[in-house]
């Protein structure tokens, strides 16, 4: 993570972040984090009484940030995806409205910013019993995803691999165990997805599944059920069969395994940052981080 900062920092620290309703005070805090290290610029939306307010009560200095009013979080978000649609910021923060506000705002067709994929929560995570970073998805946005869905998914996962200096990622489709059961979906998706992946319809990377989450993540686990497979115990990526599955782990990994954390919406032509009120200071910087290297 601390890499992932670094990077933007010395490379796309000119970038700018449209905050949508950006009166929260945890919102702000995270802004104040990222102007404390210089990550990027800012132009907030949204009561500029109450942001100036707020920005006064936590110390963040406004003096080098525009702030630009609007009367309700609707006409932020609005005002927000247009800076960004042209051109005026690179890419949009949600604030203190609900993650289907902003993204309703953000795939309407007048602002260009839809691709036709799906858009889905792409998660890295540094966990210290893991030898590398670890992407998730998805954890937070599509709730069952179909088959042609899990397509996007992946190649949305991959896109974001090869940002992060992955040439080759290793996605595993996980479920409740590595086997084909007829009777478990998620695992004849799996197996589809590999064999779409042999066939070549699925690029820039190397998919298997289905694997239980031991025989993805550990060699020990894989060797003892006799699983050969690229991918297996030394996965970058991990397909969660739902957002039930990817959000238990999501908040497993976060409260249980002390791991690091940053999250970015993509699968249109710009990232969205969000930011759950639970998450720490650190993992909003994280988030701002990693989707400016997105975008």
Do not use: W
């Not at 905050?19 to 132009?43: G, P, R, W, Y």
């Not at 110390?59 to 702030?67: A, Q, V, Y």
């Not at 991918?231 to 690091?260: C, H, R, S, W």
């Amino acid at each position: 993570m601390s890499q992932i900062i670094e990077l933007v920092k010395n490379e796309h620290k000119s970038k700018t972040i449209a905050v949508a309703a950006a009166e929260d005070d945890v919102v702000l805090k995270a802004v104040q984090k990222a102007k404390e290290i210089d990550l990027c610029n800012f132009i907030l939306y949204g009561d500029k009484v109450k942001i100036q307010q707020i920005s006064e009560e936590i110390g963040l200095d406004t003096t080098n940030i525009e702030i630009r009013n609007a009367s309700t979080p609707l006409e932020a978000a609005k005002r927000a995806i247009q800076a960004v649609a042209n051109g005026e910021a690179d890419l949009p923060m949600k604030g203190k409205l609900t993650t289907s506000e902003i993204l309703s705002v953000y795939l309407k067709d007048e602002y260009g910013l839809k691709t036709g994929k799906t858009m889905n929560l792409v998660c890295a995570f540094e966990i210290p019993r893991y030898h590398k970073l670890l992407i998730i998805s998805d954890a937070g946005m599509v709730i069952a995803p179909t088959l042609e869905q899990k397509v996007d998914i992946i190649n949305n996962a991959v896109s974001v691999a090869h940002k992060l200096g992955v040439e080759t990622p290793k996605v595993a489709v996980v479920g409740a165990l590595e086997q084909v059961n007829p009777k478990m979906p998620a695992t004849v998706e799996a197996a589809i997805l590999a064999q779409m992946y042999r066939r070549g319809q699925i690029k820039g990377c190397i998919v298997d599944g289905p694997f239980a989450m031991d025989n993805a993540i550990s060699k020990e686990a894989a060797i003892h059920k006799g699983i050969n497979s690229k991918v297996a115990g030394d996965a970058d990526i991990l397909i969660m069969p739902d957002i039930e599955a990817g959000n238990i782990l999501y908040k497993t990994l976060v409260y249980f395994a002390d791991a690091k954390l940053a999250s970015s919406i993509v699968g249109g032509k710009k990232p969205v940052v969000l930011t759950s009120r639970a998450d720490s200071d650190e993992s909003k910087l994280n988030a701002m981080a990693f989707s400016i290297l997105m975008s």
